[in-house]
Structure formats: structure tokens, C-alpha cells
């Protein structure tokens, strides 16, 4: 069974950064393509960043490209991180981390971030309020 542990929400104030953790158990992510969602109060989740396995391939959202980062533990396989640097009001949301085995995925990690339905596994989600 996958299961996904989001952690490091928190709040943070307009300019600062936080590092959002996933851990998985069940898979791998040298084997497993990572998504991040945000879903804000009101509105669809927001595919924001996601990177195939090991993120030979990564695509960001014009929304966060170049203020988030997606990265990998080398030293731990099963945890991937999300960089936010220089957070604004409308970052504001529960943040949540999505896996899907690279093996099933036939499109762009660029579409896969497009659409929810394209991955099965999601984390519980973590909640990140940024003041102005």
C-alpha cells in the first residue's frame, strides 16, 4: 500500500520561505513521478510543480517558476521536498503531494500536472497561510 506523509506547513510571512517534506511508503522516488497541489479556500486544486522520477524532468506552474523548487533526498529515497522562497499572500493553501508510478505514465509531467485525475496516490495535505 502507498501512503504519503505531507509535513512542514506552517505559517510564514510574505517574503519568507518554507520547505514542504513527502514521505512515501509503498514506493520509491526513483521510480515514481511527484506531484504538488494546492488547493485555496474557494477554488480547484492547482497542479503547481511536478517532477518525473529522480526529476530528471520538472515542470512549474507560471504561478511559482522560479520561487519553488522540487528536490530530492539522495541519502532518502522515499522523501521529496518543495522549496518556496519568497512566499506571497496568494500562496496561501493546503499543499498536497501526489505519486504515480513513472512505469503507468504515458503523457508530459507538464500534463500530468494539469490534472488530479492523473494520479492515484495523494498525502492527507499540510496547510500553509503566508501574511501580508
Known amino acids: 500500500e502507498v501512503r504519503l506523509v505531507e509535513s512542514g506547513g506552517g505559517a510564514a510571512q510574505a517574503g519568507g520561505s518554507l520547505r514542504l517534506s513527502c514521505a512515501a511508503s509503498?514506493?520509491?522516488?526513483?521510480?515514481?513521478?511527484i506531484g504538488w497541489f494546492r488547493q485555496a479556500p474557494g477554488k480547484a486544486h492547482e497542479g503547481i510543480g511536478c517532477?518525473?522520477?529522480?526529476?530528471?524532468?520538472?515542470?512549474y506552474s507560471d504561478s511559482v517558476k522560479g520561487r519553488f523548487t522540487i528536490s530530492t533526498d539522495n541519502n532518502a529515497k522515499n522523501t521529496v521536498y518543495l522549496q518556496m522562497n519568497n512566499l506571497k499572500p496568494e500562496d496561501t493553501a493546503v499543499y498536497y503531494c501526489?505519486?504515480?508510478?513513472?512505469?503507468?505514465?504515458?503523457?508530459?509531467?507538464?500534463?500530468?500536472?494539469?490534472?488530479?485525475?492523473?494520479?492515484?496516490?495523494w498525502g492527507q495535505g499540510t496547510q500553509v497561510t503566508v501574511s501580508s
Open positions: 501526489a505519486l504515480q508510478p513513472q512505469r503507468e505514465i504515458r503523457v508530459t509531467i507538464a500534463t500530468m500536472c494539469l490534472y488530479v485525475t492523473a494520479w492515484d496516490h
Open positions: 509503498g514506493f520509491t522516488f526513483d521510480e515514481s513521478a
Open positions: 517532477a518525473t522520477a529522480n526529476t530528471s524532468s520538472t515542470y
